[in-house]
Nanobody, 127 residues
Framework: EVQLQASGGGLVQAGGSLRLSCVYS????????IGWFRQAPGQGRELVSC???????DYPDSMKGRFTISSDDAKNTVWLQIHSLKPEDTAVYSC?????????????????????WGQGTLVTVSS
């Protein structure tokens, strides 16, 4: 059974940093694409970053610079490091996984293309 669990959120002051963790089970990273999404209040989910099954990483242009995704296959964990946090980063951050075959080979920016989701973790950035 595929499972994911995000953690590490909290209340942070603007300008600070935070590292979110996504622990997964039921699959190996070499067989899945794992993505971080966020959903701000009143908005839809947007892709923050993802790791492809070959270990390469992708970031939407809007997310390049302050977000870093990394992983440790031995620990079944994917991290999302966020630097220079801004109030507009306030959102529920969730990790998701999907077979690259379903995603046409690599990271996909649309949330409903991912079948497996973990419970999100809330990040609140105060100004």
């Amino acid at each position: 059974e595929v499972q994911l669990q995000a953690s590490g959120g909290g209340l942070v002051q603007a300008g600070g940093s935070l590292r979110l963790s996504c622990v997964y089970s039921g699959f190996t990273a070499a067989d899945y694409v794992i993505g971080w999404f966020r959903q701000a209040p009143g908005q839809g989910r947007e892709l923050v970053s993802c790791i492809n099954s070959d270990g390469t990483t992708d970031y939407p242009d809007s997310m390049k610079g302050r977000f870093t995704i990394s992983s440790d296959d031995a620990k079944n964990t994917v991290w999302l490091q966020i630097h220079s946090l801004k109030p507009e980063d306030t959102a529920v951050y969730s990790c998701a996984a999907e077979s690259p075959t379903w995603l046409a080979g690599a990271c996909h920016p649309v949330d409903y293309e991912y079948h497996y989701w973990g419970q999100g973790t809330l990040v609140t950035v105060s100004s």
